[in-house]
């Protein structure tokens, strides 16, 4: 990498990266619309298996092979010293995965097997999806101003979803199609695998500026992980951050079961569970543009405080929809539950992005994986909650959302006002 690069070559780099981080985004999230948890995959899996547990154990697969890949690729990641020369290199070839799904649906492989063939892809898929996210991270904190890290992400899902649109007409059409199950979900899981070809294609244009060297490596992976516990004892931070994620991810456990929901406990149709797909892409249109436009106007803490809302009101609407069950209502709050469940993808922008602000530049990377590595046991809670509905019912599920979300809500808030404290007082180092 050129080391003598001048300001303007700088921040023609980030401009340049900019746009195209929206643009691949765009392509990206759109990709992820043919293998939504809340949507397709829910219904897909309830088709082949009607197993609520399973349906809910993609998200959970989709979590942990994500984390567990940003975690094993840390260790690595300070052998990265040009991350755009990264994605030049592995970006096609690690975005691939899901065509790997398509030949035993073609060969005609049904029930559960087909669904253990598809989670095992879906897995893989993420794993290799951390090394790129954990790049694609750093890349963004090492090119792009704090102002803009928000707005990017938000667009992303705003032009996917406007192009999502007619993803969803696909979808909707695949979907109500008399094909035969294999075929018709061969086909989206095509139209996903070679969207996120194109994803590939374009990561391969970004490119980096000359960074720091991260901290030397560590000699085995028991000392690269006993390596975090003085980071997280070092950061007050981060901690805070990170007690916020944890209420937000219990908040957000069911989020994939509404659609689920509607079709087992209120009765929706075919055609109207098809029709979903529609109302999801729209709450991502929404969602980007409102989430993003807040974390830039509002910033990091007041979003992370927002973030819960949603997930408190799907949990709500639930409640009311299973203690005063109107068949002719249900359709439209159900929908309505859909829809805040897709414009909710981006709300998580506030921890992430406060995440960049709060800890050194250096650091960065290794303060990522320790992210993801505290996460790791929570992504069980979808498949817990999934358990919960199959078990108890979804009154009980719900009821424990609001509590996380109300919870999330309040720490939060004081959060908020200890930061504002510390910055009034003139406190130095860490705020609160």
């Known amino acids: ?22 643009s691949e985004g765009a392509i990206y999230w759109m990709a992820t619309a043919f293998v939504e948890p809340t949507t397709v995959v829910a219904v897909f899996i309830n088709d082949f298996t009607g197993s609520v547990q399973l349906a809910a154990l993609s998200t959970t697969v989709m979590q942990a092979g994500m984390i567990i890949g940003t975690v094993f690729f840390g260790m690595y990641i300070h052998k990265v010293s040009d991350y755009g020369k990264f994605f030049r290199k592995w970006a096609v070839p690690l975005r691939m995965m899901y065509w790997l799904a398509l030949p035993p649906l073609l060969l005609g492989v049904g029930g559960e097997i087909m669904v253990l063939i598809f989670l095992i892809t879906q897995s893989i898929f993420y794993f290799f999806n951390g090394f790129i996210s954990l790049t694609w991270q750093a890349l963004n904190a090492n090119t792009i101003e704090s102002r803009d890290r928000g707005p990017i992400q938000g667009y992303q899902q705003f032009f996917s ?35 996120f070809t ?82 999801q892409v729209a709450g991502q249109l929404a969602g980007g543009l409102i989430w993003g436009n807040l974390n830039r106007h509002i910033g990091n803490s007041r979003t992370m405080l927002l973030s819960n809302i949603p997930h408190i009101v799907i949990a709500a609407a639930g409640i009311v929809l299973l203690a005063f069950p109107v068949r002719l209502a249900s ?102």
């Open 161 to 195: 979803a406007i192009v999502g649109m007619l993803s969803a007409a696909l979808i909707k059409v695949l979907m109500d199609s008399p094909l035969v199950p294999n075929l018709r979900y061969g086909l989206i899981f095509g139209i996903c695998a070679l969207l």
């Open 331 to 432: 359709f439209w709050v159900v929908a309505v539950m859909v829809f805040l469940g897709g414009a909710q993808g981006v709300a998580v922008m506030g921890f992430m992005n406060s995440l960049f602000d709060k800890v050194p530049r250096t650091l960065l990377p290794r303060y990522m994986v320790l992210q993801q590595l505290i996460l790791l046991p929570f992504t069980a809670m979808p498949y817990l909650a999934g358990l919960l509905a199959q078990v108890a019912g979804f009154m009980p599920l719900y009821a424990l959302v609001v509590l996380f979300g109300v919870g999330g809500t309040v720490y939060c808030t004081f959060y908020m006002r200890g930061e504002r404290g510390m910055q009034g007082g003139g406190a130095k180092g860490d705020a609160a």
């Open 1 to 22: 990498m050129t080391q003598n690069l001048t300001q303007k070559d700088r921040e023609k780099i980030s401009r340049r990266n900019y746009i195209l981080m929206i």
């Open 198 to 279: 194109v994803n590939g294609f374009m990561l391969k244009f970004l490119r980096d500026v000359p960074h720091e060297d991260t901290p030397s490596p560590h000699r085995s992976f028991g000392s690269y992980l006993g390596s975090f516990i003085p980071m997280w004892k070092d950061s007050k931070p981060f901690r805070h951050i990170m007690y916020g994620r944890i209420l937000y991810t219990g908040a957000a456990m069911a989020t994939s079961l509404s659609l689920l929901f509607g079709v087992r406990e209120m009765g929706l149709t075919t055609m109207q569970s098809s029709t979903m797909i529609y109302v």
